[in-house]
């Protein structure tokens, strides 16, 4: 299943490491969207609103896990660069463990903070009782988000993109049928959805695993219980990397939620004009974050073996490609605003808004394709300090002090806010384009070693 993109065409190895990213984040995406796209018909604004902010509850956790699976799968792509398939094996076993124990332990303190945290965000009373419903279930089953994501993750640092595809795939199409049944038919509400996610993600895990399992030579993981042992080397490293990857993940969504707190003042119309620019947001990301995870894995591989003009080439690519797509989306949101909003919501009022969104949507879209090439360069080299400069940058900083002072400081209201939010999407671009040009990378000492 390891594949080797030291050698080679650039371009070709990273549209063919990415296309199957490409599919397997549209369906994760189509899935996500299914909750809302239900949700909004059958229960309303308040209920999208709802699975929104649940939502994004159970995000803020899900990236305590990422920032260490990310790193392990940082240090599995240099260590395939590298050669070293007994590290890998190391570092696979040293990922799942992790994961499990920390999904038991955020279990245990998420629950009782979930209604602090949804006050916090200013939820609207006709839409809290939803979000409860929503966010509870989903951390309940926090377990099979990590583990799902893990697998990702480790298959992204070997280089296989195909297999994740597949259990995606089997996941986006349960959601699918699951989402219809319970909310459609059974009238559950905002937690039917998030139901239908929990069990959905728990039978794509299950399958993974099992056919790992089957196919564990390929894999280069066997699976035996002394080969989850923590490796206390290899886990240093990883805390080393995964702390500042985890609060750089999390900083951003948190002052997501920050800003969103005082957007949802405004009310539920407002609420899901934001939800829903969010999401069309998160399709640009389709694309960018595909070729992020590619390009990283190609830069780790490149950058162990000492390939520094291979590095350059797909760090290029990456940015070439995703200003690309933006570009597309972008003519897309300026023709046909309303009925991009109306697929999600049918109320009048949410749609009216729609255009008025146009140009923070173009700028948003721009930000992901910049933000898809930095983290391609940053995270591949494994630069733990320089991603967290970024995300507490973009996070803290430029987000909160913009929103604030477009939003509060110029009275520019639900705009200042809005536009606040994604200008500062444009600090992880600006942050890597200065690494970059700098050639410093090329001095960088590596995780692994």
């Not at 974050?289 to 797909?314: C, F, P, T």
């Not at 009048?348 to 255009?355: D, N």
Request: proline share 2%; glycine share 10%; charged share 10%.
């Amino acid at each position: 299943m390891i594949n080797d993109f030291t050698e080679g065409s650039v371009s070709k190895h990273l549209i063919k490491f990415a296309w199957p990213f490409v599919v397997s984040n549209f369906l994760q995406t189509v899935y996500n969207l299914v909750d809302m796209v239900v949700v909004g018909q059958y229960v309303g604004s308040a209920g999208l609103s709802a699975v929104s902010m649940g939502g994004e509850v159970l995000i803020l956790f899900t990236f305590l896990c990422l920032g260490f699976v990310s790193a392990g799968q940082v240090m599995i792509s240099q260590f395939v660069g590298r050669k070293e398939y007994d590290s890998v094996s190391k570092v696979i076993g040293m990922i799942f463990t992790t994961v499990f124990v920390m999904a038991i332990l955020i279990t245990i303190i998420s629950m009782p903070l979930a209604h602090p945290i949804l006050k916090l965000l200013n939820v609207p009373d006709e839409a809290m009782g939803g979000a409860m419903d929503y966010t509870r279930v989903c951390l309940g089953g926090v377990i099979f988000t990590f583990g799902y994501n893990a697998v990702g993750s480790i298959m992204r640092g070997i280089g296989d993109s195909k297999r994740p595809l597949m259990f995606i795939a089997i996941s986006a199409t349960a959601n699918i049928f699951l989402d219809i049944l319970f909310v459609g038919a059974f009238d559950m509400g905002p937690g039917g959805a998030a139901l239908a996610t929990v069990m959905s993600q728990a039978l794509s895990f299950i399958i993974a695993i099992i056919y790992l399992y089957r196919h564990r030579v390929a894999f280069g993981f066997d699976f035996k219980l002394k080969s989850f042992k923590i490796q206390k080397d290899l886990f240093l490293r990883m805390i080393k990397l995964g702390i500042p990857m985890m609060l750089q993940f999390s900083a951003i969504t948190f002052s997501m939620m920050f800003v969103n707190s005082y957007i949802n003042q405004y009310g539920v119309t407002y609420m899901a004009v934001t939800a829903i620019g969010n999401k069309l947001g998160n399709i640009t990301n389709i694309v960018t974050q595909s070729l992020n995870a590619a390009g990283s894995g190609m830069v780790g591989q490149n950058i162990a073996a000492g390939k520094h003009d291979r590095v350059s080439k797909v760090v290029k690519m990456v940015l070439l490609l995703g200003t690309i797509f933006a570009a597309i989306l972008s003519v897309l949101m300026i023709i046909m605003p309303e009925q991009l909003f109306g697929l999600f919501d049918k109320e009048e009022a949410v749609k009216a808004l729609a255009r008025s969104y146009v140009w923070v949507a173009v700028i948003n879209f721009f930000g992901y394709a910049g933000r898809s090439f930095a983290m391609s360069l940053i995270n591949g080299m494994g630069f733990a300090g320089l991603a967290f400069f970024a995300g507490i940058m973009d996070g803290v900083v430029v987000r909160v002090g913009l929103a604030f002072l477009l939003g509060i400081v110029f009275d520019m209201g639900i705009y200042g806010f809005w536009y606040g939010m994604v200008i500062a999407g444009h600090v992880f671009g600006v942050v890597g384009i200065i690494y970059f040009l700098s050639g410093k990378w090329k001095q960088k000492k590596l995780i692994i070693n």
